[in-house]
């Protein structure tokens, strides 16, 4: 039988992360959860992760900053990143915008309310690709 894929979940909001975390280990997946981007990126080089599903608002370093960072160490830029935002896409005046998202390389973006089977669909797709 395979090895469960591990998941890293990194997002500030403790409810939204224990629902997505919950949804992915219904699916199967191994699921470990960080509230920041400096946990986040502790997390992936103390157990590094098959996939990241990545918040774009954190505290400490936000999720442009530790896609940049991972995507930016031959280490980890294999790693297949779902990025998540609440911020509008015609949001363009801030560094939280759609365009500065998509432009740091993320695999993946989904706005946020992303439902579970949003996310789901996006993990499974990186992973078989």
């Known amino acids: 039988m395979s ?3 591990k998941i890293l979940v990194v997002d500030d909001e ?25 946990e986040g990126l502790e997390k992936v080089k103390a157990d590094r992760p098959d996939a990241i599903v990545l918040d774009v608002m954190m505290p400490e370093k ?3 900053q530790v896609c940049a960072e991972l995507k930016g160490d031959p280490q980890y ?19 939280y ?17 992303a439902s579970a ?3 789901i669909a996006s993990v499974k797709r990186l992973l078989d690709s």
Do not use: C
């Open 77 to 95: 830029a294999d790693i297949p990143i779902v990025m998540l935002t609440a911020v509008a896409s015609h949001v363009s005046s801030t560094r």
């Open 14 to 38: 403790p409810d939204f992360a224990s629902i997505v975390k919950t949804n992915l280990e219904s699916e199967g997946f191994t699921v470990n959860v960080a509230f920041n981007g400096v």
């Open 3 to 5: 090895e469960k894929k």
């Open 117 to 119: 089977a949003q996310i």
């Open 97 to 113: 915008s759609h365009r500065g998202g998509m432009s740091m390389e993320a695999d993946d973006y989904l706005p946020k309310p």
């Open 62 to 64: 936000d999720g442009y």
